[in-house]
C-alpha cells in the first residue's frame, strides 16, 4: 500500500481532542473535589487525592508536548503508534480513577460510573482484541476496588447526597460518551472521505503514468514506418511536381506528407505532456512570468486578454515551471477552441489568502452537467473527430493535484466554461529549489 494512504488509516485518529477531553476530566476532577470538600463539607483525604491528580496533569502535559514536537516536525505518528498510546492512555486513566475512587468511597461513589467512559473509548479506538483486553484490565480493577476501597461515612449518612451525586455522574457520563462517540465518528468519517480522495488521486497518477509510457511506446515504435512514409512521400511529391498533369496526385503526396508530420507532433506531444515531470525542479518565480511563459509559446496569444494586477504581477510562489506553464497553455487552447470566431478569451490570476488562482474563462456554448462531471477523464472530448486528444483538462489536473492545488471547473449549457486553477504559494513537501 501507498505509504500516503496508509497513514490515512481511519483508527490513526488525532490525538489532539484526546488530550483535549483528558484535560476536561482533569477539570472535572478537581471542581468535584473542591465542592466535596468546600461546599458539602465533606471530609477528604486530600493530600493523597491531590497526588492522583497531579500525576494526571503530567502525564497529559507529557503526552501533549510529544504531540506538539510531532506537529511541528511533520512527523504525526502512525495508526500503529496510536492504537498503542490509546490503550496506555486507557489503562492510566482506569488505574488513576480506580485510586481516586478507592480514596473516596469505592463503587459506593456515584462517580464510578465514569469507568464505563473507558470502556467506550476502547471498544471504539483500539481493534476488537485489545479492546476487550481493556474490558478484562477494567473488571480486575473493579475487583480489587471492592477489597481495598476506603469507605466514606457521609455517603452512608446522607442517602439524598448519593442520590443526586448518582444523577449528577450518570448525566456527565451520558454527555461524555456521546460527545466522544460523536467526535470520533466525525473524525473517522473525515478521514475516510480523505482516504477515498487519495485513493482517486492514486489511481490518476497510475492512468497517467500508463498514458505516458503507452505514448512513449508508440513514438518509439511508430518513429521508423512514418519516417519511411515520409520520405516516400517527399519523392513522390518531387517525381510527380515534374510532370505537369500530375498536379493533383502531387498534391495529394504534398497531404500525405503534411499528415505524417502532424501524426509525429502529435506523439510527441502525447509523450511529453502526459509525463508527470516528475523530475523537473521547483524554482520560485513570479506570477507574471509565469503568464508570460504561458503565452510565449501559446500559438493564439492575439486571442488572450490578460488581467493581471500590478501586485499579483509581482508576486511569487514555488514550482515547476514547464509543469505548470503547460497546465495554463492547456486551458487557453480549451478555451479558444470552446470560443467560436474571433472573440477573446479571459486569463487572469487573483492572490487568495496564502494562493494563487489562474482563471481562464471562455464565452463558448459550455457544457452540460454529464459532460462537466466526465471533462477531466482522460480521452474525454467534446470536439469534432481529429481536433483533441481529450488530454488537456486531464493531465492540467493531474498537474494540478501534484501540486497541492485544485482544479475547479464552472460551466452552464450556452454560457461558456471558466476553469479555475489554485495552488499555493509555498506547497507543503515541495522539492528543493533548483
Known amino acids: 500500500m501507498d505509504p500516503t494512504l496508509s497513514s490515512l488509516q481511519p483508527r490513526a485518529v488525532r490525538l489532539g481532542w484526546l488530550i483535549g477531553l483528558r484535560w476536561l476530566a482533569v477539570l472535572g476532577q478537581v471542581s468535584t473535589i473542591g465542592i466535596t470538600a468546600l461546599v458539602l463539607r465533606i471530609e477528604l483525604p486530600l493530600l493523597p487525592l491531590g497526588l492522583v491528580v497531579l500525576a494526571e496533569v503530567l502525564s497529559n502535559a507529557s503526552l501533549h508536548a510529544w504531540n506538539a514536537w510531532r506537529r511541528r516536525r511533520n512527523d504525526p505518528p502512525t495508526a500503529a503508534v496510536q492504537e498503542q ?38 471498544a471504539v479506538l483500539l481493534p476488537q482484541a485489545l479492546a476487550f483486553a481493556g474490558a478484562g484490565f477494567t473488571a480486575v480493577c473493579l475487583t480489587v476496588l471492592v477489597f481495598t476501597h476506603r469507605p466514606l ?16 455522574a450518570l448525566s456527565m457520563t451520558l454527555v461524555i460518551t456521546v460527545y466522544f462517540v460523536t467526535r470520533v465518528t466525525r473524525a473517522l468519517a473525515l478521514q475516510t472521505e480523505e482516504l477515498a480522495r487519495e485513493r482517486d488521486r492514486q489511481s490518476r497518477a497510475e492512468r497517467l503514468e500508463a498514458l505516458g509510457t503507452l505514448a512513449a511506446g508508440a513514438a518509439h515504435e511508430l518513429a521508423t514506418p512514418l519516417s519511411t512514409i515520409a520520405v516516400v512521400a517527399k519523392e513522390l511529391e518531387v517525381r510527380l511536381a515534374s510532370r505537369p498533369e500530375t498536379g493533383e496526385e502531387a498534391e495529394d503526396a504534398r497531404l500525405v506528407r503534411t499528415e505524417v508530420a502532424r501524426c509525429r507532433r502529435i506523439l510527441d506531444r502525447m509523450s511529453t505532456e502526459s509525463g508527470d515531470r516528475a523530475g523537473e525542479a521547483w524554482v520560485r518565480i513570479a506570477v507574471g512570468e509565469v503568464v508570460d511563459d504561458t503565452l510565449e509559446e501559446f500559438p493564439h496569444p492575439d486571442r488572450i486578454e490578460v ?20 497546465a495554463l497553455r492547456n486551458l487557453l487552447s480549451n478555451a479558444v477552441d470552446a470560443t467560436p470566431g474571433e472573440r477573446p478569451v479571459s486569463f487572469s490570476a487573483a492572490v487568495t489568502g496564502r494562493g494563487v488562482e489562474f482563471v481562464v474563462r471562455d464565452t463558448g456554448v459550455g457544457m452540460d452537467p454529464e459532460g462537466l462531471k466526465r471533462a477531466t477523464d482522460p480521452f474525454f472530448t467534446t470536439k469534432e473527430v481529429g481536433e483533441g486528444m ?8 493531474s498537474v494540478t493535484e501534484r501540486l497541492g492545488g485544485e482544479l475547479v471547473l464552472e460551466s452552464e449549457s450556452g454560457r461558456g466554461t471558466t476553469v479555475r486553477l489554485r495552488l499555493p504559494l509555498e506547497p507543503q513537501g515541495a522539492p528543493q529549489e533548483a
Open 85 to 122: 498510546l490509546q490503550l496506555l492512555v486507557m489503562v492510566l486513566d482506569t488505574v488513576l480513577l480506580v485510586f481516586l475512587l478507592q480514596l473516596t468511597g469505592g463503587l459506593g461513589n456515584p462517580f464510578a460510573a465514569f469507568l464505563t467512559v473507558h470502556i467506550v473509548m476502547a
Open 307 to 326: 488581467e493581471l494586477a500590478p501586485e499579483v504581477e509581482v508576486q511569487e510562489a514555488r514550482v515547476p515551471r514547464q509543469a505548470l506553464t503547460m
Open 153 to 168: 461515612p457521609a455517603l452512608a449518612e446522607r442517602p439524598d447526597l448519593r442520590t443526586w451525586g448518582t444523577a449528577v
Open 390 to 397: 481529450g488530454l488537456g483538462l486531464f493531465l492540467a489536473r
